[in-house]
């Protein structure tokens, strides 16, 4: 069988290691598999005669243009889109793995226009509420997607758009294109999203809930020391890791939480900051850039006393998976489907926006560190990236079957 995945990026950030890993899976069982990708990824040697490049890297700045000035994401990119049209007839997949259509590289019109006029079967992974919104990958309190959205009140997220709001049109256009494709299986990472799903023009599809895995030769826990000259081990160490951090995931929560704790007892690093928000940070809170090698995540996670995850939007969170993988419990916000991977025994949930009750969680991390073992094995039975991929694969397959 001949697979085909589809994503905007390819072993960097969480959807690409996640289609990384996916790749990795499908050749293990035999699968002719295939990735097509949209802009700068980590490729590995191995995979490259698999991978093919869509469009340019100034077909995606044109595309990221337009977005600002008129709100056009996900509809430009029409050469690069009608040249993977192209590759695919070369290619002859019998099935097409979806993952994220934006991302400044692809015009879904002309791409789901073709899917409907093929007999290719189709999953497609949802990462976020992009598919069925007019604008936004994360709506925040904002329910206009359930009937038609106009006059976004997210103009300004992702994907930024400093001029025109073109919600309303880009929504009409999304239900026309996104509904009646045969043979197309929808996949959510959390029941929370595909609850959201069920609420939207995308209702008419079967959903399937695949919990995000982790890579576990990567994610566990390790006792290394590359950050010690930055990182004072003497405290107890309160981690936050976001790609990038933005106030989506709480970065100006870490400020105030900096104030009230005791500073004696505890630090604060966050990992994935720019190098303004590095150079702006409070004493007290240590920064650390962004970085794609996941055995120095691992160092980090297992290095931490607890991870804090200060999200307030997430369809589900990989860094609580790669935090008790490497045998660290967490502390997060009450967030869609960040939680849902969360118990009494390895995890404390908190409601959005206290700060204080994070604090005082603290005391509690300590009973929650005893339990170490097993909430490992759970990650390792329930969220590993094989795991992830056997259930893909039965998917693949149910879908051959139909």
């Not at 869509?54 to 050469?79: E, N, Q």
């Not at 889109?81 to 099935?95: A, G, M, Q, W």
């Not at 003497?234 to 939480?257: C, H, N, Q, W």
């Not at 994935?272 to 055995?295: C, F, H, M, Y």
Request: charge should be positive; hydrophobic fraction near 35%; glycine fraction near 6%.
């Amino acid at each position: 069988m001949k697979v085909l995945i589809i994503n905007s990026v390819y072993g960097i950030g969480s959807t690409g290691r996640i289609v990384e890993d996916l790749m990795r899976e499908y050749q293990k069982q035999g699968f002719d598999t295939y990735f097509a990708y949209g802009r700068n990824s980590k490729l590995t040697n191995d995979v490259e005669n698999k991978a093919y490049r869509i469009g340019s890297k100034l077909s995606v700045y044109f595309h990221v243009v337009m977005s600002r000035l008129f709100d056009w994401h996900g509809l430009c990119s029409i050469y690069a889109t009608k040249k993977l049209i192209k590759y695919i007839d070369r290619l002859k997949p019998n099935v097409i793995h979806l993952h994220n259509v934006h991302g400044y590289y692809l015009n879904y019109k002309i791409l789901f226009e073709y899917l409907k006029k093929t007999d290719i079967k189709i999953i497609w992974t949802l990462h976020d509420t992009w598919a069925f919104t007019g604008h936004c990958a994360y709506f925040g309190n904002c329910l206009k997607w359930k009937e038609k959205c106009y006059k976004c009140e997210k103009k300004l997220s992702y994907p930024r758009s400093w001029g025109i709001d073109n919600s309303l049109k880009q929504y009409k256009l999304k239900k026309e294109a996104f509904t009646n494709v045969k043979n197309m299986i929808l996949v959510t990472p959390s029941e929370w999203l595909k609850s959201l799903v069920k609420q939207s023009y995308l209702n008419e599809y079967d959903v399937i809930v695949i919990n995000n895995g982790v890579n576990l030769e990567n994610f566990t826990h390790i006792d290394e020391y590359t950050f010690d000259k930055i990182v004072d081990r003497s405290k107890k160490i309160l981690l936050g890791v976001a790609m990038p951090f933005t106030e989506r995931k709480g970065y100006s929560d870490f400020l105030k939480l900096n104030e009230i704790i005791d500073r004696s007892q505890y630090q604060i690093v966050l990992v994935g900051l720019s190098d303004d928000q590095i150079a702006s940070l409070p004493e007290g809170i240590v920064g650390i850039k962004r970085t794609n090698n996941q055995k120095q995540l691992a160092e980090l996670y297992s290095a931490a006393h607890v991870l804090v995850n200060f999200t307030y939007e997430d369809t589900f969170s990989m860094v609580n998976i790669e935090a008790l993988a490497c045998g660290t419990p967490v502390i997060c916000y009450n967030t869609g489907g960040a939680v849902e991977m969360l118990n009494d025994k390895n995890g404390i949930i908190v409601r959005q926006g206290d700060v204080p009750g994070v604090a005082e969680a603290l005391v509690f991390v300590e009973e929650l560190r005893h339990n170490q073992s097993n909430y490992v094995y759970e990650v390792k039975t329930k969220y590993n990236d094989r795991f992830m991929a056997e259930q893909y694969i039965q998917t693949v397959l149910r879908q051959d079957d139909q």
